[in-house]
């Protein structure tokens, strides 16, 4: 028998689960009922979790309004229980949960925008990698370009979106009534990474899109041309992918150029 432990489980079974075990451990007084006690922790508790979420979630917070956000973040809560040490990772599932939620999956663009959240959080607490600069492409001998890879930068995310959620998110960053979700004709590809302090994101083509997925895969530079040739004529596909490469160095996405 471990008495503090037990106590801390019958403690986070009552956070967690309501479980009452935990109201024989507590004496009321009385001014304040065991029962008013620990009803305080449990509420304070459940508050904490929804300041995280906003934290996570800010752009979401606003648009969905404090009361439908507190709502959602109580059902996440009662479904997906906070499961990690550090508070900071509570909402990771909650783009899931919306998507297949029955109070929130016939809306999909606010799961999409809280993938697009998600992703600004974890592009923001990603490594500090470092990153190469156009003159460490420039030094590459050419000899060496059909094998080169490169190391994209540890906040690199790539996304598909359905819903103009970008614009949105826009929109309410700088206080100006947003659009109505509108679902795009084709999933538009975005681009989520830091550089410095700074969160940034843009649309990508399709050919980029493909280009940035192959070379995270760790493709060569003479596979990502060959790939390219089902949008780029052949006689100008090296030269293409060159110019795809030096953009995401000067975006400061590439941390590290590998020759073979």
Not at 54 to 68: A, C, K, R, T
Not at 86 to 96: Q, T
Not at 111 to 124: H, K
Request: proline share 5%; glycine share 4%.
């Amino acid at each position: 028998m471990n008495p503090l432990r037990d106590l801390q489980t019958d403690f986070q079974s009552f956070l967690l689960r309501g479980d009452e075990r935990m109201l024989a451990r507590v004496t009321g007084s009385e001014k304040v009922s065991a029962t008013r006690r620990l009803a305080i922790y449990y509420d304070a508790y459940r508050l904490r979790l929804i300041e995280a979420l906003d934290s996570n979630y800010p752009v979401l917070h606003v648009w969905m309004g404090d009361e439908e956000f507190e709502k959602l973040g109580l059902a996440y809560l009662e479904a997906h229980p906070s499961s990690h040490f550090s508070i900071r990772y509570f909402g990771h599932r909650l783009a899931e949960y919306l998507a297949q939620a029955g109070d929130y999956r016939d809306r999909p663009w606010l799961g999409e925008m809280a993938t697009l959240e998600w992703a600004m959080s974890e592009a923001f607490d990603a490594a500090d990698d470092g990153a190469v600069s156009p003159d460490d492409l420039a030094a590459v001998p050419p000899q060496s370009w059909p094998e080169m890879r490169l190391t994209l930068h540890a906040s690199v995310h790539r996304l598909d979106l359905h819903w103009n959620v970008t614009a949105i998110w826009n929109a309410i960053k700088q206080e100006r009534t947003p659009e109505e979700p509108r679902r795009e004709e084709w999933p538009q590809a975005w681009l989520v990474w830091r550089q410095d302090l700074k969160i940034y994101f843009r649309s990508l083509s399709v050919d980029e899109a493909w280009a940035i997925d192959a070379v995270r895969a760790h493709e060569s530079f003479a596979s990502v041309c060959e790939g390219l040739c089902e949008w780029i004529d052949a006689p100008n596909v090296a030269l293409h992918a060159a110019g795809l490469m030096k953009q995401w160095i000067t975006d400061g996405i590439v941390s590290k150029i590998v020759q073979s």
